[in-house]
């Protein structure tokens, strides 16, 4: 790799963890974005995105968890289903040209969650009691898809639980982490044949994800606005999830 390449991806994934880290995301969506876009080696994209995944969303649940950002029964009601079901997703192996398919899709529609979650004006209402019958389904998808694409579930989780007013959403963030951490766990677990696939530097993104994910988590747990960056990174998962389906996809 060039040494250009090799720092601009550097600090671009340093960049996205700090971002995403911010409102208790690991950045899978965005790692996968950089990949898509510079054309990473499609067995490598999967378990590099978990294994980034998992060490940002640790940083970012010790954070919210440790400043009282969290609801320990919401947690559990999406994640009963979701941690075996990101293992089953992590156990399925899916051909190069259906993965990049499945990936651009997801990062097609997690850019517009993300939007949403960085605009939703939060409700003035009281909180309200969640099903758990919903979390335990739609738990179960999200793992899934977790597991079958390389991330933690995360973006699609915070906004559905701040637009139905069933949390806040410092407490939404610190669920959000959390539930990402164990999926990715599992669905790297799931997929742990892959591990002799990795890329060859993803001990260097490892270095930039565990800078930028200190300082986001920091960041999260104070006064920190970034709609416009969440703006920008709405056009970065979108183009790269275009890419994926209407570039590579057709090779």
């Known amino acids: 790799m060039a040494v250009d390449n090799f720092i601009l991806i550097f600090f671009v994934f340093l960049i996205i963890a700090t971002l995403y880290s911010s409102v208790g995301h690991a950045g899978a969506s965005g790692y996968l974005a950089v990949m898509a876009l510079l054309s990473f080696a499609p067995d490598t994209i999967k378990p590099t995105s978990l294994i980034l995944n998992i060490i940002v969303s640790f940083i970012a649940s010790v954070q919210f968890i440790k400043a009282n950002y969290f609801d320990k029964k919401i947690f559990l009601s999406f994640i ?43 409700s003035k209402s009281p909180i309200k009691p969640m099903p758990l019958a919903f979390g335990l389904v739609f738990g179960s ?41 164990c999926n990715s766990i599992s669905g790297l677990l799931g997929h742990v044949t892959a591990l002799k696939q ?43 999830g275009l890419k994926f389906i209407f570039v590579d996809f057709s090779k």
Do not use: E, H, R
């Open 80 to 122: 009963a289903t979701s941690l075996p079901m990101a293992f089953v997703g992590g156990y399925i192996s899916i051909s190069p040209k259906y993965f990049k398919l499945i990936a651009g899709l997801f990062l097609v529609i997690s850019s517009f969650f993300l939007l949403f979650k960085g605009f939703i004006k939060p």
């Open 141 to 181: 998808v999200i793992g899934l898809v977790s597991g079958l694409i390389g991330v933690g579930g995360g973006i699609f989780l915070s906004p559905i639980l701040i637009m139905s007013n069933w949390t806040n959403v410092k407490n939404a963030s610190g669920i959000a982490a959390l539930f990402i951490l």
């Open 198 to 240: 990795l890329d060859q530097s993803v001990f260097y993104w490892v270095i930039a994800v565990t800078i930028g994910g200190f300082l986001g988590s920091y960041l999260g747990t104070i006064k920190f606005n970034n709609k416009i960056i969440i703006a920008c990174l709405f056009l970065v998962l979108l183009s790269a």
